[in-house]
């Protein structure tokens, strides 16, 4: 297992533990798309959009780039105004 690998598996773990609802989700791609990341349609389905979106995020905040919610980004979103 690559190192990039056990992150993702890591990071997609911490997401399924999150347990987000639907309207979460949703709270989470407009975030994304008003901070200029192209997270598609905001329908709580996190999709390869939306898994590019986190991922650039991820790497703007200088975080392990993984498409993955975990608690870290999702700390960073919650912290700038996802809500």
């Not at 989470?28 to 997270?39: Q, S, W």
């Not at 995020?57 to 996802?82: C, M, N, P, S």
Request: proline share 2%; aromatic share 10%; no cysteine.
């Amino acid at each position: 297992m690559t190192k990039r690998t056990a992150a993702e598996d890591k990071a997609r773990n911490e997401e399924v533990g999150l347990q987000l609802d639907q309207p979460t989700r949703q709270r989470v791609e407009e975030t994304l798309t008003r901070l200029g990341y192209d997270a598609g349609p905001s329908d709580g389905v996190f999709d390869d959009r939306t898994r590019t979106a986190i991922r650039g995020f991820q790497k703007e905040w200088h975080f392990v780039e993984t498409g993955y919610l975990d608690e870290v980004t999702f700390v960073r979103l919650l912290a700038i105004g996802i809500y």
